[in-house]
């Protein structure tokens, strides 16, 4: 039931990038290598996963990172692999390692934060000013009541404000409960009913492609439905004259910090407890609640930064995200335990012109960029030009993650963007996972679209039905060891948890997603393996088809789902966007057609191709495939809160 791919997309790849020794010799992942007296990157990998004990203690060394009262053992199973303990008996409040060790020595005076506004707005925190307001806030919270223990929601853009409140609540010991700022009421709700959160910060509204949304007034909404939240704390973002306002629970934020002391304690909390709960939605059943531990989350985001990434304190780091996906906390955490600058932006990455991204690189030396394929898809139609005005210099890499690379997208921002040069970290994982299960680094040489490998401490596979490991096949990603930063269940229900990732093979973590690895041992991701399309029997990954169509020149980008076929179980379906310099008409479905059997073989040729002017994609870029399904097949398309603008539902129905 497997397909052997070796003559098709991605295994055709030729290296692409080699490392440069110098960097190597400079990386942190080699010091780390040094320091433990390991042979070489291959003698890590087989330490980190046979002895992931000596491993996740070796990096907390390495990060520094303080405990109050240390720990009595690093990793206790006595519930089995789906439920390690941590930091046995530890005491440690992420904050103080974030920034209170930070307030002595250089790093202090360094730059914490760099935030640019969609209208312009410029504002930078050092360490030690970003300290100050975080402890304003977290006196602010403790003046209203709130204690170690309380759930405290975020509903904001990504402002300073935002970053300043997420740390004040774990500060005194708060569980941090992040939602995305596109969020709805319906979607909100959800999450303050089963979190039972007590507070939530806000804004006014945010600005987004130049207009004003208003964002407090879906709080209020949301509120109605729910019987835990007491105080909502308002931020002034958009300074919007008409917002309606409860004197019992509104707050403004300027009120509540302008008489707040610039001196807090950070509360002393257990190593293992509850830091932080991040939703995330499936096809069915209400949102998961993920939970996170202060050794947890912030040491795997900082681990895979410091060691795939290779960011130094001298870096700075800016991922394109929103606080209520994971790559919003992790940019937070990462940076701020390395000791590197974050930047933050509010606003939509291509306004008010298609040059903004470019724009922020060059202005604030961004060293370190994330972003998903999708962006640079949408992006690449302007052609190099865009670049001509902006020094790019500053770039040590690209990360990207969200959805898979097509081979021609990848090589538009190597060549063009990292001048050949410089490499692009893959980077895939999940919310459950803390970051990262498989990445690129600056020690192996890649190939377009590829990933270096499994993460340092992360026992990966790639099996099939049966659990048998593949190679040059598509089959199941698999973990075979805990992790420091494995989600700690789903809050309230571990029986879903077990049933979502433990119980298809014995004590082994099935997460989901469609992989494979090459003869030249690198990895490939290849989309939600419950995306996955079988056409008489042959497994294919989406972003198998969507590579090959969005190479044409009039494809910007497609998505690609599978349907009910009576003969062969399922048959290919394709969406595509296309330029403007394009006419939608028989002629170019018939060129799309064919470039497929060409490339893909009959058996898999299309039962339709569809035009459309948009796809159903989350804020931070990722395609919704089961929507589209669904909406294609004319099914319950489940939750939709998490999709940026349901303009877009419109245009599938449209299509179809």
Sequence with gaps: MTKNTKDTFPFNQKIAWHPNQKWIDESNLVKFIRDHQLKDYEDLMVRSTTDYGWFWESVLKDLDIQFYKSYEKIIDLERGIQFPRWC?????????????????????????????????????????ELNKEVCRCANALRSL?????????????????????????????????PLFSGYGPAAIITRLVDAQAKAVFTVDGAWRRGKKVPMKATIDEAIKSTTSVTHVIVYKRAGLEHITWNNDRDYWWHELMEKQSATAETEETEAEDTLMLIYTSG???????????????????????????DLKQEDTMYWISDMGWMMGPWEVFGTLLVGATMVFYDGAPDFP?????????????????????????????YGIEQ?????????????????????ESWIWLFE????????????????????????????????????????????????????????????????????????????????????????R?????????????????????????????????????????????????????????GVPHDVKG??????????????????????????????????????????????????????MHRVIRAIYLGDDPGDLSSIENISMIEAIKNAI
């Design 88 to 128: 046995v008996s530890g005491k440690m409040n992420i904050i103080h390692n974030c920034l209170d060790k930070w307030q002595t020595g250089h790093v202090a005076k360094k730059e914490a934060l760099r935030w640019e506004g969609e209208e312009g707005q410029l504002t930078v925190l050092t360490y030690t």
């Design 145 to 177: 009541g709130f204690r170690r223990g309380d759930v405290i929601a975020l509903y904001m853009p990504m402002t300073p404000e935002l970053a300043i409140a997420f740390l004040a609540i774990i500060k005194i010991g708060g569980i941090i409960l």
């Design 283 to 309: 096809t069915t059943g209400k949102p998961k609640g993920a939970v996170h531990s202060h050794c947890g989350f912030p040491i795997k985001a900082a681990q895979d930064m410091y060691h795939c990434m």
């Design 353 to 381: 012109t298609h040059e903004r991204l470019w724009q922020q690189i060059d202005h604030h030396q961004i060293t370190h960029l994330g972003i998903s394929p999708t962006l640079i898809r949408s992006l690449k139609k």
């Design 387 to 407: 670049l001509d005005n902006y020094n790019l210099g500053s770039l040590r890499m690209i990360g990207s993650t969200g959805s898979p690379w097509d081979p």
């Design 416 to 503: 063009n963007v990292l001048n050949s040069e410089k490499p692009i970290i893959n980077y895939s994982g999940g919310t459950e996972i803390s970051g990262g299960i498989v990445s690129g680094n600056f020690l192996k040489p890649l190939k377009p679209c590829a990933f270096s490998g499994p993460i340092p401490g992360m026992n990966v596979d790639v099996v099939d039905e049966r659990g048998r490991s593949l190679k040059n096949q598509v089959g199941e990603l698999v973990i075979k060891n805990p992790w420091i930063g494995m989600t700690r269940g789903f809050w309230n229900d571990d029986q879903r948890y077990l049933d979502t990732y433990w119980n």
């Design 505 to 561: 093979f014995e004590n082994i973590w099935v997460h989901g997603d469609f992989a494979a690895i090459d003869e030249d041992n690198l990895w490939y991701i290849l989309g939600r393996s419950d995306d996955t399309i079988k056409v008489s029997g042959k497994r294919l990954g989406p972003a198998e088809v969507e590579s090959v169509i969005n190479a044409h020149p009039a494809v910007i980008e497609s998505a690609v789902i």
């Design 570 to 623: 399922e048959e290919v379906v394709i969406f595509c966007v296309l330029s403007a310099d394009y006419k939608s008409d028989e002629i170019l479905r018939d060129q799309l057609f064919d470039l497929v059997v060409s490339e893909l073989g009959k058996p898999l040729k299309p039962r339709e191709i569809k035009f459309v002017t948009a796809l159903p994609k989350t804020r931070n870029a990722k395609v």
